[in-house]
């Protein structure tokens, strides 16, 4: 029996192809884009994702707690401030100034953890035993978006541990955007068209290409599906994937 073609993307349009190619610089729009939802209030009211408490446990597992680490992309803090709570002396890393003003406000003794800028605001040669990146790693292009993720493992010390939620292939999003990207395992790029920040791309990743990323490392959890209502924290239909990833330590290897 002669087995169904594998579906092939769509060759990309010239105009789209233009688009790609005109993408700006997306830290600063997504810079603007969050200052302006935080300064709104975003998230205040969300419960922490239940994410945190696996991120929690396996850093326990890992004797790791209490300890240090890096949040990227913490905001306003409904998650980072949990993860403090349970042991994590994390600094916060973000580039909305805003979502950084109203976490010092719910937290002042984190004030001097926090630091405005992307990854490479930290020494270059910082590393830390957890790395945490929650809805972070979505800005940008497929190839702006997968380099942001092999930064942020870079910054993982040797046996410490990545954790990552990030936007699936899976997830359908109802606001106002073009397709400007799409792989061949499904993965997909689009610009949004929002009023305020024109010019937003997000990437929406499929399983084989996040993999991929993650290869080097060895699964603490590894990536499943975890669907939410953005709205309320609730089960809902936006689909993100999730995972925990353990970095090799070659000391160990040496040794056994
Ligand atoms: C969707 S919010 C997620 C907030 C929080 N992690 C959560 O899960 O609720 C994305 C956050 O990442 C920040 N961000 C986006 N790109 C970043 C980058 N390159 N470096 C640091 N923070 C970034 C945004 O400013 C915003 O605070």
Do not use: K
């Not at 401030?81 to 600094?91: H, Q």
């Not at 991929?212 to 936006?238: C, Q, R, Y």
């Amino acid at each position: 029996m002669s087995q169904p073609a594998t579906p092939q993307p769509e060759p990309l349009a010239r105009e789209t192809r233009e688009t790609l190619d005109a993408v700006g610089d997306q830290v600063a729009i997504a810079a603007a884009f969050w200052d302006a939802a935080f300064s709104e209030g975003r998230f205040l009211d969300l419960p922490p994702d239940g994410f945190v408490t696996a991120i929690a446990a396996a850093a326990e597992q890992h004797g790791l707690l209490p300890g240090p680490g890096l949040c990227i992309g913490p905001g306003n803090g409904r998650n980072y401030l949990p993860l403090v709570a349970a042991g994590l002396d994390l600094v916060g890393l973000d580039i909305a100034a805003a979502g950084l003003a109203s976490l010092s406000e719910r937290a002042p003794d984190r004030a001097d953890r926090l630091v405005l800028g992307d990854l490479s605001a930290l020494p270059g040669d910082a590393v830390y035993p957890v790395v945490i990146g929650l809805n972070v790693f979505q800005h940008g292009t497929r190839a702006q978006a997968s380099a942001h993720i092999s930064a942020a493992l870079e910054r993982v010390e040797p046996g410490g541990l990545f954790c990552l939620q990030v936007n699936s292939d899976r997830a359908r999003t109802n606001r106002p955007h073009e397709l400007v990207e799409r792989a061949d395992d499904g993965s997909f790029t689009v610009r949004y068209e929002l009023p305020g920040t024109p010019g937003l791309y997000s990437h929406f990743f499929a399983e084989p290409s996040l993999a991929a990323l993650l290869a080097g490392s060895t699964p603490v959890v590894p990536l499943h599906i975890d669907a939410i209502d953005p709205a309320t924290g609730e089960p809902g239909p936006w689909h993100r994937w999730q995972g925990i990833y353990r970095r090799p330590d070659p000391a160990e290897a040496a040794a056994s």
